[in-house]
């Protein structure tokens, strides 16, 4: 007997199989059942979440000799060759390969004859966001008038790249990421199915891995079954699946969080070494802040925040000498590294390195937020309860704004954040735009020097500081959106609050010979 891999194996076959995405079945169910199904139907969502097999069943659900049925028989021929993508009634497409305008031409010259054995054609196309522009308008007439046999479902991961002319002809349905829980359940029942045993942690790391992809965790077991002698460790995992298990992660934030460089880069090259990628690093960086932080602001209550008794002792040592606003702007800074990665896919080594020495002195950046110290003081503050479990705000909070301050406050007044460090006595007692650049000169000199360099004006008002700059080299945009960047401004002694800062688009120069020409032959300007 040949192998069949895990995923496939334990496809969901009817839409009671089909985890996490209930909402979904319910309504695709009804309409079975009410024989009230549409002809277009798109399926958009993450890969592996279930989008294809949904499709399947849909399929098997018009054309099982029992049907139309929610529930196929999963044993009659029409049954049968649906699973496996045999029966000639129903076709699957792959997008991606097949984009051109021919093969679409093809479906739709078959379109109009009758099934050849089933109740109904059923056209299953995958990534179909893949066609080629023609091959949608081809596309496109089919789905004007489809004769009354036929159904397309066209499954994607990338919407907006399909044209609206279409979007506009389907009923959408949208594909949820799985939750942590509904993963681990389901491997811990495909672990039973397939007698082995694996140990809670490795699944529990898994299922968090996956990043709600339940195709993704099961090639993951599948690779971890295929490796290990013996019962699958974390080690084992690590290396198959560039998974870091997450005592990695509480050591890289640890050292991050006593500002140790050396360990820093050490365990960066640790990570690389063992197979994983600069991607998946912050990737995965990024989930563990997550998790620190919903452990912090949620407790016992974390959802789907589940690590091991002695880890969730180190987790939270590890959130409380964070803090709230350290973990907040670490995300925010991660977030940042992944689309700088995406830029410069080269430099992506040193993009991290560079980034998490920065966020190693943060707490010099930063001030510590009231969280750090009513966690200290074993209190959690209430504001803590309005923060949405999935999704914290990647921005760190500003600072309270000094009630009704005056439009130049004065230096005795600085947001609390910035207590540590006074303004130099002998500065002027006044504070202006310029004073707070020079400042930030000082202090920061690069900065300061990219900011009175293209300085064009700005304003002082009670809750900040508005300016705008004349254009930049892009490092240096990036260096301006630098959540780091816009927390040491704000927290400048003297500064009243949040800075924005406006980047101003070089203005378009006078060309009075183009004028000329264009006047003498009668042209128009193209504008790029
Ligand atoms: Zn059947």
Redesign the pocket.
């Known amino acids: 007997m040949s192998y069949r891999v895990l995923a496939r194996k334990y496809r969901p076959r009817t839409f009671a199989e089909v985890i996490g995405q209930d909402h979904i079945m319910t309504a695709l169910s009804r309409a079975i059942e009410k024989e009230r199904l549409g002809q277009a139907y798109l399926l958009v969502g993450p890969r592996g979440v279930g989008k294809t097999s949904t499709a399947r069943i849909i399929a ?1 659900s018009l ?5 139309p ?1 929610v529930t ?9 060759e649906i699973e496996v993508g045999a029966d000639m009634d129903v076709v699957e497409i792959d997008g991606a390969s097949n984009n051109g305008v021919d093969d679409v031409r093809a479906i739709r010259d078959r379109v109009h004859t009758r099934p050849l054995r089933d109740r109904s054609k059923v056209y299953i196309i995958d990534e179909v966001q893949r066609l080629s522009g023609p091959a949608f308008d081809a596309l496109l007439k089919t789905l004007e008038e489809p004769p009354g046999h036929v159904i397309f479902l066209f499954a994607t991961t990338d919407p907006h790249k399909i044209p609206d002319t279409i979007t506009s002809r389907c009923q959408t349905f949208e594909f949820r990421r799985l939750r942590e829980e509904d993963v681990f359940s389901k491997l811990q029942q495909v672990c039973e199915l397939e007698k082995v045993s694996v140990d809670k942690d490795v699944l529990f790391a898994i299922s968090s891995g996956c990043r709600g992809g339940l195709r993704d965790a099961e090639s993951m077991l599948d690779q971890l079954l295929a490796v290990a002698e013996g019962e699958p460790t974390l080690d084992d995992l690590e290396m198959v699946a560039g998974l870091a298990r997450p005592e990695r992660w509480l050591d890289l934030f640890e050292a991050v969080e006593r500002n140790d460089a050396p360990e820093i880069l050490k365990s960066v090259e640790a990570f690389l070494s063992r197979g994983g990628t600069e991607h998946e690093l912050v990737g995965q960086a990024t989930d563990f802040i997550r998790d620190l932080l919903h452990l912090a602001l949620l407790g016992e209550d974390s959802l789907g925040v589940q690590p091991a008794e002695d880890r969730r002792e180190r987790m939270m040592n590890l959130a409380r000498a964070l803090g709230r606003d350290r973990m907040e702007a670490l995300m925010g800074m991660l977030f940042t590294l992944e689309s700088r990665i995406r830029q410069a896919p080269l430099a992506a080594r040193a993009l991290m390195e560079w980034t998490l020495l920065r966020a190693a002195r943060l707490q010099e950046l930063l001030g510590v937020g009231e969280l750090m110290k009513s966690m200290e003081s074993g209190q959690a503050p209430t504001s803590m309860n309005t923060v949405a479990p999935s999704a914290p705000a990647p921005a760190p909070p500003s600072a309270p704004a000094p009630p009704s301050a005056p439009a130049v406050p004065a230096p005795t007044s600085p947001p609390p954040a910035a207590e540590k460090e006074e303004a130099p006595s002998d500065s002027e007692p006044t504070i202006t735009i310029e004073s707070l650049l020079e400042l930030a000169c000082q202090r920061q000199p690069t900065l300061g020097q990219v900011l009175q360099a293209r300085f064009l004006r700005g304003e002082l008002t009670e809750s900040g500081v508005e300016i705008s700059i004349g254009e930049l080299q892009e490092r240096d945009v990036l260096m301006l959106e630098d959540p780091v960047t816009l927390k040491f401004l704000e927290n400048l002694p003297g500064s009243p609050g949040p800075w924005k800062i406006q980047i101003e688009k070089p203005e378009i120069q006078e060309d009075p010979l183009g004028d000329q020409l264009r006047d003498l032959f009668g042209g128009r300007e193209e504008v790029p």
């Open positions: 098997k054309n099982c000799t029992t049907g049925t196929p028989c999963l044993e009659c021929h029409a049954c049968k």
